[in-house]
């Protein structure tokens, strides 16, 4: 069992810079995966970004790509979504999430919300035009 919690949500305007953290505990392995997604009202929950622990290999959504960084601390057990230039339509609840590594599987596997087994609480991101 893995427990996560994030924080750093709040209120920004457009333009502005936030940075978001995700403090792992339990059960974490070095082969999980962590993810960042987003969901706003009415909408399906949206993939944003994830990393591997041990070799930090990081993907972006295209809607994030060159705005969004994540990464990762192993001492700490804390993955981090540094968000600039950020826009009104980023406005979401935004969710860290453990996936198990599966193995071989295709490029876009760690997309899916249904790849993740632990999810957090969210964290709530509001851009104001």
């Known amino acids: 069992q893995v427990q996560l919690v994030e924080s750093g949500g709040g209120l920004v305007q457009a333009g502005d810079s936030l940075r978001l953290s995700c403090a792992a505990s339990g059960r974490t392995l070095s082969t999980d995966v962590m993810g960042w997604f987003r969901q706003a009202p009415g909408k399906e929950r949206q993939f944003v970004s994830r990393i591997t622990w041990s070799g930090g290999a990081t993907d972006y959504a295209d809607s994030v790509l060159d705005r969004f960084t994540i990464s990762r601390d192993s001492a700490k057990n804390t993955v981090s979504l540094q968000m600039n230039s950020l826009k009104p339509e980023d406005t979401a609840v935004y969710y860290c999430?453990?996936?198990?590594?599966?193995?071989?599987?295709?490029?876009?596997?760690?997309?899916?919300?249904?790849?993740?087994?632990?999810w957090g609480q969210g964290t709530q991101v509001t851009v104001s035009s």
């Open positions: 999430a453990t996936a198990r590594y599966a193995g071989y599987r295709t490029p876009n596997y760690y997309t899916a919300p249904n790849a993740y087994q632990y």
